[in-house]
């Protein structure tokens, strides 16, 4: 049953994984069933979610950004790089939030596919933080999966390009790739 954090009656926590709750039956504003009035049964409702206080996303995110800065200040990599993958996770970032926005006006949607060749891309730490910011795309299990592979894939493109000897050569190429782009 769809719960929205507005039916919650104490707005003290959310619901998680093994709580009883009560609830009214209701419908949104589409004619979709969900649940009304929900209130915690025979828990303190005020009892804190277990677990450390910093999402794992935001984690991940966190050391990604703080390994790749220890491999540019360590002579791994132009500084170019770590402006490719902010870039992308800004760009992954607005494509999840339009994606959501458009989910809930039930208009055209971002398909799937391009969500994950922009992850595939350097923007994945964007899309890590907008599915836990905007709570989008989270519970699709074939979505999730295609979302970790691009990741790997991903990280170990980058480490290949770390170790490469032709790093210079292509880090070259992308420059002039992002000249190119940026000059019209």
């Not at 649940?35 to 005020?46: C, P």
């Not at 055209?108 to 730490?125: D, F, K």
């Not at 933080?129 to 999966?145: D, E, M, N, P």
Request: hydrophobic share 55%; glycine share 10%.
């Amino acid at each position: 049953m769809f719960v929205h954090v507005s039916a919650i009656s104490s707005a003290a926590r959310r619901p998680v994984a093994g709580d009883v709750v009560r609830y009214g039956l209701g419908r949104d504003n589409r004619g979709r069933a969900q649940a009304r009035d929900v209130e915690f049964v025979g828990m303190d409702s005020a009892r804190p979610r277990k677990g450390v206080g910093v999402d794992v996303r935001i984690g991940v995110v966190a050391a990604f950004f703080a390994a790749l800065a220890i491999v540019w200040l360590a002579g791994g990599f132009p500084a170019v790089l770590i402006l490719v993958y902010t870039v992308a996770s800004a760009v992954a970032f607005g494509m999840y939030a339009l994606d959501k926005k458009a989910a809930r006006e039930d208009r055209w949607r971002i398909a799937e596919s391009a969500l994950h060749l922009v992850s595939l891309g350097g923007g994945w730490p964007g899309a890590l933080l907008a599915q836990k910011a905007l709570r989008h795309k989270t519970r699709k299990a074939g979505f999730q999966l295609m979302f970790r592979l691009t990741v790997v894939a991903n990280c170990a493109l980058l480490v290949w390009l770390i170790a490469s000897s032709e790093t210079d050569a292509m880090i070259g190429d992308l420059r002039a790739l992002i000249a190119l782009f940026l000059s019209g």
